[in-house]
Antibody, heavy 119, light 112 residues
Framework: EVQLVESGGGLVQPGGSLKLSCAAS????????MNWVRQAPGKGLEWIAC????????YYADSVQGRFSISRDNAKRTLYLQMNSLRDEDTAVYYC????????????WGQGTLVTVSS | QSVLTQPPSVSGAPGQGVTISCSGS?????????VHWYQQFPGKAPRLLIY???NRPSGVPDRFSGSKSGTSASLAISGLRAEDEADYYC????????????FGGGTKLTVL
């Protein structure tokens, strides 16, 4: 069974930092691109970052470019999101997802972790 | 402003059918990218309903079906049930963001 379990969320002050983790199991983690997607309270879904299977290619949404950093450790089957210079508008539930880029393979989501940026 | 356009809300009576549209452009759906659909209940993670335009993951009832043509896609739900009341999102990929994920703004389905 595929499982993605996010952790590391919490309350942080504006300008602060936080690092999220996503532990993967039930599939060959090293073969998949991975994403972070977030959802602000009462709002829709927003893709924010993607990392290739072999670490070397990363992409970010404009809203987090230069502040957030996605990384992975294939040996530990774990995806990370380092979030710096946090703003009120970064308050959201953060989900990690697989990214198969295949119309014949479903993608999987974790249960999410809540990040609250507030003073 | 979402890259993919969905109606904010749709409604239908139990037993009826509804369709939720997802409109894109030549940089996403019209470029041949697949569309996927998610169902989300309050406080819960999105659940994949349809992937690759028409495919249902195991466990998803065949009351849910997807289609795609050109720059548009649709999610059809037949035989509405009270438990279908939820938010629904379409997702695809877009050339303007290096072929990464884009979403519709979401559609709230109300079962009357």
């Amino acid at each position: 069974e595929v499982q993605l379990v996010e952790s590391g969320g919490g309350l942080v002050q504006p300008g602060g930092s936080l690092k999220l983790s996503c532990a993967a199991s039930g599939f060959t983690f090293g073969n998949y691109k991975m994403n972070w997607v977030r959802q602000a309270p009462g709002k829709g879904l927003e893709w924010i970052a993607c990392i290739s299977s072999s670490y070397n290619v990363v992409y970010y949404a404009d809203s987090v470019q230069g502040r957030f950093s996605i990384s992975r450790d294939n040996a530990k089957r774990t995806l990370y999101l380092q979030m710096n210079s946090l703003r009120d508008e970064d308050t959201a539930v953060y989900y990690c997802t697989t990214d198969s880029r295949s119309g014949s393979s479903p993608d999987y989501w974790g249960q999410g972790t809540l990040v609250t940026v507030s003073s | 402003q979402s890259v993919l356009t969905q109606p904010p809300s749709v409604s239908g009576a139990p037993g009826q059918g509804v369709t939720i549209s997802c409109s894109g452009s030549t940089s996403n759906l019209g470029a041949g990218f697949d569309v996927h659909w998610y169902q989300q209940f309050p406080g819960k993670a999105p659940r994949l309903l349809i992937y690759g335009n028409i495919n249902r993951p195991s466990g998803v009832p065949d009351r849910f079906s997807g289609s795609k043509s050109g720059t548009s896609a649709s999610l059809a739900i037949s035989g509405l049930r009270a438990e279908d009341e939820a938010d629904y999102y379409c997702q695809s990929y877009d050339r303007s963001v290096n072929n990464n994920w884009v979403f519709g703004g979401g559609t709230k389905l109300t079962v009357l």
